[in-house]
């Protein structure tokens, strides 16, 4: 009875996720049978050596990479998930604001009302003057601010 009340606050369970990368050199076991339980406005670190796997978990989680096996649970249907990366991702040759807007033109659902949310973002994160620069004009956590 404990167990599935509490289990109601836990947003995301993870149960023996396994990740094997297959490649033409062989397999790499990158994560084993790993258990995780996330609540409700819980901070959650994952700390570990280089190559323990947490990119890995990051990727699946977000759906860039698929499990080998274990099941990962969330609590809430279309759950949005948001994975910054270690470095910025963000284009050279595009201006700060062009940067911001690509994945709404990717997606095509750019629209005056989103260019002004993204400009407004900007602003936001301290980014407004910056908008016409280009990415390497910025320092590596104004950079990280714009991804
Ligand atoms: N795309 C990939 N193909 C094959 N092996 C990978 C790939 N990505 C990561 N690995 C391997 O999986 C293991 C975990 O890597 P990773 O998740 O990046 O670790 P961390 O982020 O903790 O440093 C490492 O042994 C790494 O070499
Ligand atoms: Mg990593």
Known sequence: MMNSLTNLDN??????LTKIYHSKDGETLAIQDLNLEVREG???????????????????????????SGTITFSKK????GYMLQDDTLFPWLNILD??????KVQKK???????RVKKLLDTYGLGEFIKKYPNNLSGGMRQRVG
Do not use: H, M
């Open 11 to 16: 947003v995301l369970v993870i149960n023996n």
């Open 42 to 68: 819980e901070f959650v670190a994952i700390v570990g050596p280089s190559g323990c796997g947490k990119s890995t978990l990051l990727s699946i989680l977000c759906g860039l990479e698929k499990k080998s």
């Open 78 to 81: 279309d759950v949005k998930l």
């Open 99 to 104: 940067n911001s807007l690509l994945g709404l």
């Open 110 to 116: 750019i629209s005056k009302e989103r260019q002004e």
